[in-house]
């Protein structure tokens, strides 16, 4: 069932001189029921933006969000459904309330429980299943007394107060300790499963995106570039950006020369980006071009076109040459 669908997404932010910045072009996409979509894309491609517009922290500049099938749904009701766990744990808890109150608020606020035993049980319930016990001495403590992972299972927990049907994740592993950052995805995972959740997770991760995701999709500068089954996308990557961006991620248990390689990948990858930065007019073409090695002439000239078929579609003229010749 779909939970969130995502029409036409444009997200633009003001400048100081000329037109608005566009950090997100002409998106679309559904959020399944029960199942992850991972967006993935380096620093700057517009991941944030897209979950700003969708938790109603920024005010799209086109395009329509339909939450279970209607639009302009009433911001109590929507900021009910749809939930957002940040990056940053410590930054998004309030460190002088314990964490009972960060709990008991949502809970309250939504009419989920009423004030007394009934609020107390559900507090206690909630920090049971994001797997922090003795709950009673976890509520007491303030956010400074937790650990990391402990601080992130606390935000979680908040997120799922209201008993939402939507939880954004934006790189809500990246700062925490390596060792914890599987417990946590797991946490994740199992709670999308019990309570039927559906789950956008952004990361620069690709071994979590494909672990954690059925499908993924790769944002290179505000726009999607390709998406598809998470196998698919990352085995078997077919725009010239996302082979680039598997390349420079090394599977686990690589060899040294893999990792030197993807090493070297990474560097080639900054100085064309830095290329990028020089280079002032993209022109009307392919966003990508300045950074791409098969780059032809027509990628200079027209956008691409969404090609490949099924449930696998890439932005590239490579995957579509008839056209391109055309
Ligand atoms: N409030 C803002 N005002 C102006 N520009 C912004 C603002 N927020 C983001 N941007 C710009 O929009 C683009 C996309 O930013 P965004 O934060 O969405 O990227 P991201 O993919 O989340 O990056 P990261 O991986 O670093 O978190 C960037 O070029 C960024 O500089
Ligand atoms: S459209 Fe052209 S420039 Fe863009 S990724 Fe494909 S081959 Fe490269
Ligand atoms: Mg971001």
Redesign the pocket.
């Known amino acids: 069932m779909t939970a969130l669908e995502v029409r036409d997404l444009v997200v633009e932010y003001a400048q100081s001189r000329g037109k608005p910045f566009r950090a997100v072009e002409k998106l679309s996409f559904t959020l399944e029921a029960g199942r992850t979509l991972a967006l993935v894309g380096e620093s700057g491609s517009g991941?944030?933006s897209v979950l700003k517009a969708l938790s109603r922290l920024v005010t799209p500049a086109g395009g329509q969000i339909l939450l279970g099938g209607r639009d302009k749904v009433p911001a109590k009701e929507y900021r009910r459904a749809v939930q957002m766990v940040f990056q940053d744990p410590f930054a998004s808890l309030n460190p002088s309330h314990s964490v009972d109150h960060h709990l008991r608020r949502p809970l309250l606020a939504t009419g989920r429980a009423r004030r007394g035993t009934e609020a107390d049980t559900a507090v206690a319930e909630l920090l049971r299943q994001v797997n922090l016990t003795p709950a009673a001495d976890v509520a007491r403590k303030r956010p400074h007394e937790l650990s990391g992972g402990q601080r992130q299972r606390v935000a979680i927990a908040r997120a799922l107060a209201p008993a939402p049907d939507v939880l954004l994740a934006?790189?809500p592993v990246s700062m925490l300790d390596v060792s914890i950052r599987l417990e946590i995805l797991n946490l994740l995972d199992d709670l999308k499963r019990q309570r039927d959740l559906a789950l956008l997770y952004?990361t620069h991760d690709l071994a979590t995106a494909r672990h954690f995701s059925s499908d993924i999709m790769v944002m290179y500068r505000g726009q999607v570039v390709e998406r598809g089954p998470s196998d698919e996308v990352i085995l078997n990557p077919k725009h010239p950006y996302t082979q680039l961006l598997a390349a420079a991620a090394p599977r686990t248990g690589a060899t040294r020369a893999e990792v030197r390689a993807a090493r070297q990948v990474r560097a080639a990858a900054r100085s064309a980006r830095d290329a990028e930065r020089r280079e002032t007019v993209v022109g009307d073409g392919c966003r990508f071009r300045p950074r791409c090695p098969f780059a032809m002439d027509v990628c200079a000239t027209r956008p691409p076109e969404a090609a490949l078929g099924g449930g696998h579609r890439v932005l590239c003229w490579l995957q579509s040459e008839g056209k391109a010749a055309a």
Do not use: A, G
Request: a negative charge.
């Open positions: 991941k944030s934006d790189e952004v």
